[in-house]
């Protein structure tokens, strides 16, 4: 198992992104199983993504405050694999932002 920054996980979360369009809103809606919560809606696949993208990292920063368990990704996580978020690695500028 590998701890990777809050980017690399978010990079590979998205690899398990569904898409749907949905015709009564024309838009795209986008949703990651593994993630609850984690969904997003635009009028492209594009919009959709990377708005998916801000709302995995919110609730990263959320499981990570909270102490939740966060699901290990093809063998990533961000947190220590014995105790789910107790540790993380992540850059100084995605410190900054955890911190704000």
């Known amino acids: 198992m590998n701890k990777g920054?809050?980017?690399?996980y978010i990079t590979k979360a998205i690899q398990y992104a569904v898409y749907e369009?949905?015709?009564d809103t024309?838009?795209?809606c986008t949703?990651?199983?593994?993630?609850?919560g984690?969904?997003?809606q635009g009028s492209t696949v594009e919009e959709a993504?990377?708005?998916l993208r801000e709302v995995i990292e919110g609730w990263l920063i959320l499981a990570l405050q909270f102490n939740d368990p966060i699901p290990v990704l093809d063998g990533l996580t961000v947190g220590r694999a014995d105790q789910?978020?107790?540790e993380i690695a992540v850059s100084p500028a995605e410190a900054a932002q955890i911190d704000s």
Do not use: F, H, M, R
């Open 26 to 28: 024309k838009s795209w």
């Open 49 to 51: 993504t990377s708005e």
């Open 21 to 23: 369009y949905c015709e």
């Open 5 to 8: 920054s809050i980017s690399d």
């Open 38 to 40: 984690c969904w997003a």
């Open 84 to 86: 789910g978020v107790n």
């Open 31 to 36: 949703y990651v199983p593994q993630l609850p």
